[in-house]
């Protein structure tokens, strides 16, 4: 029989959503425990009850480290992990100055799986244990992406970005292509271990009315997968639509006609939406994400978490690496907290890591396997040293409760902060 493993420190865990529920529904263990058996959480705990009925478990002592979910990145662009932090230029520009040349390198299938393993290795060490990534539009980039998950046992999501216009020759496919492409990938790898495809249009300015309808006719062939895209992320990127589509209602009408609205939607950014998109998101049950530190990087604007959970709108959390500054889901809850500032709403850490956790789990379709520290969950797990550097140790010393002994490492913590990590139950990190 499988060995079973007894991880004893604080636990954090989720009875429900915190935003809507309060904090009831958060639940902290001082001297907690995690029991995992074959990859999975089998029980979740007080550390004596669990040391008692499970005697032959192996122990692992954490101390007072805290045991957390591995983080959940619901936007990524591991292409973009050589370029993250490049200088100067906002969407449009950014994406022609920096982006499309990176992209382009991925026809070289060993420059792809070089650049999949070191975007994994870096997203582990940061404590994130699952990401749902665009892949750039040849398939040998999802192939590479995939085959470097499959090795470490991780939960993704990934899909062939397509592209059919306003992007250089070499970054483009055709409405047919695209079709055909992502039709075969979804083919080999979704379902396959912990990997799942995802349909990926860019954006609308980077495809054809008649390529947005292709994709939408895969996704109602194959409804098991979701759907990711960006949805109005700055402004002028707004009025380019607007042009390139004069018959739409609005951006998210250009997907909405094209059947790529729905519950297994992603839509990265979705900063400046219109009364009648955020109702329609709410009422398809699809999901926008959240990418604070590229929202403000590229100066796109500050997104509404609050007001669109409390209209029903689903939200994740993501890093939009490399548009995105940092790797790390710490930096992205504390960048998260500072715009929740700039629009009035302090943002509570125990709503931060739900959301890094739980929410983008949610929003991927896969709450309680993922994302979750309760029983059946894959024991995807983070272990976090809330005192890893000596700045936020001296403000941990005069913590007066749990909440504010975590907050510092939300605002300040890094890679320093990730003690090790589980995927599967085994340690990667
Ligand atoms: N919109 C279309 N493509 C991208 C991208 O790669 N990054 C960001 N931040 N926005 C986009
Ligand atoms: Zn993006």
Not at 49 to 71: C, Q, T, W, Y
Not at 242 to 250: K, M, N, S
Not at 273 to 297: M, W, Y
Not at 398 to 412: G, K, L, V
Request: proline fraction near 3%.
């Amino acid at each position: 029989m499988d060995e079973k493993k007894l991880l004893l420190g604080q636990t954090l865990r989720f009875s429900g959503n915190p935003f809507l529920e309060g904090l009831n529904v958060v639940h902290h263990e001082t001297f907690g425990g995690v029991l995992i058996e074959s990859g999975k959480i089998a029980e979740v705990g007080e550390r004596d009850i669990l040391r008692k009925n499970h005697p032959d478990a192996v122990v692992e002592d954490f101390g007072s480290k805290l045991i957390v979910p591995g983080f959940v990145d619901a936007h990524a662009h591991y292409p973009q992990t050589a370029i993250i932090a490049s200088w100067g230029k906002r969407l449009i520009d950014w994406l022609n100055t920096y982006t499309f040349p990176e992209e382009m390198k991925f026809i070289d299938a060993a420059y792809a799986s070089e650049i999949a393993e070191r975007y994994l290795d870096l997203v582990l060490s940061n404590g994130t244990t699952t990401v749902a990534s665009y892949c750039t539009i040849h398939p040998e980039s999802v192939d590479a992406f995939f085959h470097a998950a499959m090795s470490r046992q991780m939960a993704v999501v990934a899909g062939k970005t397509c592209m059919d216009r306003n992007a250089p020759d070499g970054l483009t496919d055709t409405a047919k292509s695209a079709y055909d492409d992502s039709k075969l990938l979804l083919e080999r790898w979704h379902g396959l271990d912990r990997l799942s495809y995802a349909i990926t249009p860019r954006f609308s300015p980077t495809s054809t009315r008649e390529q947005l309808e292709a994709l939408g006719s895969l996704w109602k062939e194959h409804p098991e997968c979701l759907m990711q895209t960006h949805l109005s992320e700055q402004t002028d990127e707004i009025d380019w639509v607007c042009d390139l589509f004069p018959e739409a209602r609005d951006y998210l009408d250009t997907y909405e006609a094209a059947g790529l609205l729905g519950s297994g939607g992603l839509y990265g950014h979705a900063i400046h939406l219109t009364d009648r998109e955020r109702a329609r998101l709410a009422e398809v049950g699809a999901a926008t994400v959240h990418c604070p530190t590229s929202n403000t990087f590229i100066g796109s604007g500050l997104f509404d978490a609050s007001g669109l959970m409390s209209s029903g709108v689903k939200v994740a959390l993501a890093t939009d690496t490399g548009g995105g500054s940092s790797f790390s889901m710490l930096r992205t809850m504390a960048a998260a907290y500072e715009i929740g500032q700039l629009r009035g709403t302090s943002l509570h850490p125990a709503q931060l890591i739900w959301l890094a956790t739980e929410g983008s789990a949610q929003a991927l379709h896969m709450s309680g396997q993922i994302g979750h520290l309760g029983r059946g969950a894959h024991a995807d797990l983070a272990i976090l040293d809330l005192e890893s550097t000596p700045a936020i140790q001296q403000r941990v010393a005069i913590a007066d409760d749990f909440w504010s002994s975590i907050f510092p490492t939300i605002m300040m913590g890094d890679d320093r902060a990730i003690h090790c990590v589980f995927v599967a139950g085994t340690k990667r990190y």
